[in-house]
């Protein structure tokens, strides 16, 4: 497709559930970032691909989640044990290349996951 | 640390009449860029417009425009002739040259009356 897709667009689950979220980049993208949003504000950095390297997970809240991204294309990520807390808007964005001209992120649709 | 703020969490503008969206960063580095997101009820997220800060002319895109003055750190919107479909959430972000991160305020969302 033409833009960055994400699947599935809302997920409900249980605490102490397991969840995979999973983002498709722009055909092309190098770069491949996750972000949180909760309601209300804007998104915080999760953790961020070089092709398949994961250069920085600084921004993983703890060892719950985890993102992976093998062939440097789809990228999933993973929150085991989910707790209430967790429930936000998880975002994915791609660039072409991280730093210089073009760093732009374009942004998905995000995944909306609710845990009771 | 870095940090982005947006001082106006609401702003309402009339239809076709002009409206200023404000953003302050704070930095010590000298190269970056500036970002405008938009964030309509679908809640996408969608790039408005981008500023290089070695780039002293400001950035236009179509009825969009930013003020950016790189001494006092401050970059605002200005969307023209204001339309129905102009209104949702929107964010500034900063992206250093020397990182990757994109770093967000907290939004303003417009509303804009027919």
């Known amino acids: 497709g033409a833009g960055v897709s994400q699947s599935p667009r809302y997920k409900v689950t249980k605490r102490g559930q397991d969840v995979a979220l999973r983002c498709d980049p722009i055909s092309g993208h190098v770069s491949l970032y996750w972000y949180r949003q909760a309601l209300g504000q804007g998104p915080e950095f999760l953790t961020y691909f070089n092709y398949e390297a994961q250069q920085d997970k600084s921004g993983l809240p703890n060892d719950r989640f985890s993102a992976e991204r093998p062939e440097g294309s789809i990228s999933t990520l993973t929150i085991q044990r989910t707790e209430q807390r967790d429930s936000a808007m998880y975002r994915c964005?791609?660039?072409?290349?991280?730093?210089?001209?073009?760093?732009?992120?374009?942004f998905g649709p995000g995944t909306r996951l609710l845990v009771l | 640390a870095q940090t982005v703020t947006q001082s106006q969490p609401e702003m309402s503008v009339q239809e076709a009449e002009t409206v200023t969206l404000s953003c302050t960063y704070d930095?010590?580095?000298?190269?970056?860029?500036l970002f405008w997101y938009k964030q309509p009820p679908s809640r996408q997220m969608i790039l408005v417009i981008r500023q290089e800060a070695y780039k002293q002319q400001n950035a236009t895109e179509n009825r969009f425009s930013v003020n950016f003055q790189k001494a006092a750190k401050s970059f605002s919107l200005k969307i023209s002739d204001s339309q129905l479909g102009d209104a949702a959430m929107y964010f500034c972000a900063l992206n250093l040259d020397s990182s990757y991160k994109l770093i967000f305020g907290s939004g303003t969302r417009l509303l804009v009356r027919p």
């Open positions: 964005a791609s660039s072409l290349m991280s730093g210089g001209t073009e760093e732009t992120q374009y």
């Open positions: 930095t010590s580095e000298s190269d970056y860029y």
